[in-house]
């Protein structure tokens, strides 16, 4: 259900993460002087861009692929890790056997930890389909964007950024999860 979900969630966000990627892409390229200015005035002018000059709407879903690998990776990882890791922090011991606080934040951080595991390579091949000049791709397909970066740059290549995903997938992690534990306790459904 976590990775359908995911899946669903991001085919349909596509268009806005493919713009939030290129307007960073840009910024970066100004900075470095690779480009003389912006091409794109805001989040608006870049998706009437990609409409009129990358092929329509359509257009507006490039890189949907590994990025709806990677969300669906990611709420996989978390959903399915979270009541799995609970479960063995309470057998250990670790919180007293409790389901308390402790335990949902030992919880949440390997949620977070395996979520971020499982789609890190994912995001990486994303990124680089997302930001990759239109006009004169690099790559083929998001296949030959996993294979060409492992070629060139290891298996390392696929966990460039890992930390910092992590960094945000965990605390996300520990707020939703405590919370949602929280708010059962509070209507007495028991934890999950």
């Known amino acids: 259900m976590g990775l359908t979900a995911g899946a669903v969630g991001q085919a349909v966000a596509v268009p806005a993460d493919l713009v939030k990627v290129r307007l960073q892409a840009e910024g ?32 507006l879903w490039r890189g949907g692929g590994p990025a709806v690998q990677r969300a669906a990776l990611v709420n996989l990882g978390e959903l399915a890790t979270y009541d799995q890791a609970k479960q063995l922090v309470l057998a250990s011991g670790l919180t007293g056997g409790k389901d308390n606080l402790g335990a949902h934040t030992a919880a949440s951080m390997c949620s977070g930890f395996f979520a971020s595991v499982v789609s890190v390579p994912a995001d990486v091949v994303k990124t680089r389909m997302m930001s990759q000049d239109p006009r004169a791709p690099k790559y083929a397909s998001s296949l030959d964007c996993l294979v060409r970066s492992v070629r060139a740059e290891g298996l390392a290549a696929l ?34």
Do not use: H, N
């Not at 950024?161 to 059962?184: D, H, K, M, N, S």
């Open 28 to 59: 970066r390229l100004v900075a470095s002087g690779k480009l003389p200015a912006p091409r794109y005035k805001g989040m608006g002018d870049c998706l009437r861009q990609i409409v009129a000059q990358e092929g329509g709407l359509a257009a």
């Open 159 to 192: 966990y460039k950024g890992f930390l910092p995903t992590w960094a945000r997938l965990g605390p996300w992690q520990l707020v939703f999860w405590t919370t949602y534990e929280g708010t059962r306790s509070a209507c007495s459904l028991g934890g999950f």
